[in-house]
């Protein structure tokens, strides 16, 4: 599967036509100060934007990414890390290309604060920077029941130091060991994600280690396997992986690896050999800095991503709140419709009336096989949201496993070169 461009590019291009693309911005005059895109965020929907920003707009706008880390680390197929298959340096993306072929300013540091009557920015490394049109992709963020350290029950949920933590405890593990992980309630980033993480983590203690005998737990805090429930349970009842749905997180300790929960409204404990809770998630703290957030995500128009409660702010990715997955391939495709619709609106042109996404997900359950899923999703202007227009899905087979490469590496490099 390879990512797709939007067709309301395409739409675009006809009301400004190619030959003199944003040589002058249609309705502006051509002394005006180019307008000014801050994205703050430098994961698959900020990078994307960005760079499509750029692609689209050339030098009638200038793009800057604020990204505190130089280097992004991508949760996609970082489950592999876990069994020795990819490493973080495989999954590292640096952000060269975009300065060098697109123009965008970089900037690796954090915001501390939103004027948004004055537009402007104040940086942590002290400074401050002006925007026109604000972009906020900085992903999600976790509410954790109560305040355990993460580096001795890691989530894993973002890509790097946090991966390498949980694959160190599961390479320690011995035979009778015991590997309990828990799953947030919906929604959060990539839903098929902790499903294909217990397999691939039950695969290789296993097939690899060569025990018989550990144990895997999976506490759901859903009433069921949220995705690909067929090919999970399958793959669960292969493994002998333990299954509890509706369960609830109460209280993590860190010094003895010991869950407390809630099953059938009944309070239970747990200590295990590896502890991976994934907390619950909300927007990004970005968001409720700004203040476009309504509970924990951030409501937006769909045609554009514009805040519905502030104009010029958009939120993309996993912060958003449309009902359309959280995940990188998702992330991608609301960049692109942002990024024309921004370049619309400065432009004076009418939004695209019909925009689509589109997300694709390979999900190991294995060191040699994978699944996939699919979904199209598109404007329905009667309900004002996105709704899903077609959808597709493959069990685990080795082809697919090869396939989940090329789908990535096209990924990978529609964003970040």
């Known amino acids: ?87 973080i340096s495989d999954l590292s993306f640096t952000y060269g290309d975009l300065s060098s072929k697109y123009g965008i300013n970089m900037i690796h540091t954090t915001v ?23 972009v906020l992709a900085a992903g999600m963020d976790f509410i954790q029941v109560n305040d355990y350290d993460i580096t001795k029950v890691p989530h894993a949920w973002k890509a790097g130091e946090q991966i390498d933590l949980l694959k160190a405890q599961i390479d320690a593990m011995v035979d009778g060991d015991t590997f309990t992980m828990t799953i947030p309630p919906a929604p ?33 805090a859903n009433a069921n396997i949220t995705i690909e429930e067929e090919t999970f349970t399958a793959k669960f009842a292969e493994y002998g992986v333990v299954y509890t749905p509706s369960t609830t997180v109460t209280n993590v300790d860190d010094s003895t690896r010991t869950l407390t929960y809630t099953e059938n409204d009944e309070s239970k404990t747990l200590t295990s050999t590896v502890l991976n809770v994934i907390p619950k998630q909300k927007a990004a703290s970005i968001v409720f800095t700004a203040g476009v957030n309504t509970g924990n995500w951030a ?34 495709s609301e960049a692109k419709v942002c990024a024309d619709a921004i370049l619309r609106t400065l432009n004076g042109v009418t ?54 490469f090329s789908w990535s590496g096209n990924l990978f490099t529609d964003t970040f070169s």
């Open 1 to 87: 599967m390879k990512t797709t461009h939007s067709n309301s590019r395409r739409n675009f291009m006809k009301f400004v036509g190619a030959s003199s693309l944003f040589a002058v911005t249609p309705g502006m005059a051509a002394d005006t100060t180019t307008p000014h895109i801050v994205v703050v965020g430098g994961g698959f929907s900020g990078a994307t934007c960005a760079k499509y920003l750029k692609m689209w707009g050339g030098s009638s706008v200038n793009v800057t990414i604020i990204e505190a880390n130089p280097t992004y680390v991508s949760p996609i197929l970082s489950n592999l890390v876990l069994n020795g298959q990819k490493t």
């Open 112 to 134: 501390d604060s939103v004027d948004k009557n004055n537009q402007t920015l104040a940086l942590a490394n002290g400074s401050s920077v002006k925007y026109d049109k604000l």
């Open 299 to 332: 409501p937006i128009n769909p045609l554009s991503y514009e805040s519905v409660l502030t104009s010029g702010i958009y939120i993309i990715g996993d912060s958003q709140g449309t009902g359309q997955p959280k995940a990188g391939h998702m992330g991608n």
């Open 351 to 404: 939004l695209y009336a019909s925009p689509k996404t589109n997300s694709a997900c390979y999900s190991p359950t294995s060191s040699t096989e994978a699944s996939w899923i699919t979904a199209v999703f598109k404007y329905d202007a009667n309900e004002n949201k996105m709704v899903i227009a077609n959808k597709g899905s493959g069990a685990p087979s080795t082809s697919n496993y090869g396939k989940m």
């Open 188 to 220: 959060y980033r990539c839903p098929p994600g902790p499903y294909e993480r217990a397999c691939v983590v039950a695969d290789y203690l296993k097939n690899n280690k060569g025990f018989n005998n550990c144990k895997v737990n999976v506490f759901d």
